[in-house]
């Protein structure tokens, strides 16, 4: 069973922890999280989520799909979309600054661009996922969880 939005959605500003599972926007609706929001858990996705006004975002975990990150926008595609546009105009694939726990499980980062973990990010996992990521700029980071999977080639960049 799931949810299909055929408005654009604005989450309420009292909500603070937000769970997307099964959840399918209709194209060219959008999901808008609001500044309040500062867990976001997505399980099953379908659209465009606006991440633009998040401000206390502190949490974010992610299950098996890694959005498109373009312009604030986390662009979730379903297995019969086609994505017409060119995963090279993007060079970076920066998760937003505020995020200071990053979960990401039996994620599979396809792009030739590595995701780069903002530098507030203190605590990090990364659990039978696929992919290039990028934690150089991390600062402090306090925790690390890294469980690879047997067949999956992953590539993690640590500070110098």
């Known amino acids: 069973v799931s949810i299909d939005f055929q408005r654009n959605f604005y989450v309420p500003e009292e909500t603070e922890t937000l769970t997307l599972e099964n959840i399918k926007m209709q194209e060219g609706q959008v999901l808008k999280i609001n500044t309040n929001c500062k867990s976001l858990k997505i399980v099953s996705f379908v659209g465009v989520l606006d991440i633009t006004d998040v401000k206390s975002l502190r949490s974010v975990v992610l299950h098996t799909k890694m959005p498109r990150i373009v312009d604030g926008q986390w662009i979730y595609l379903n297995n019969d979309m086609i994505d017409t546009s060119s995963m090279s105009d993007v060079t970076d694939y920066i998760f937003p600054y505020c995020l ?55 590539l993690l960049h640590f500070p110098i």
């Not at 980071?141 to 047997?150: A, D, E, G, V």
Request: proline share 4%; hydrophobic share 35%; aromatic share 10%.
């Open 100 to 154: 200071e726990v990053i979960v990401l499980r039996n994620v599979e980062f396809k792009y030739s661009s590595p995701l780069i973990i903002s530098q507030k990010c203190i605590d990090l996992s990364i659990i039978s996922c696929t992919g290039n990521y990028d934690l150089s700029r991390i600062k402090k980071l306090r925790k690390l969880t890294f469980y690879p999977s047997q067949h999956k080639k992953i």
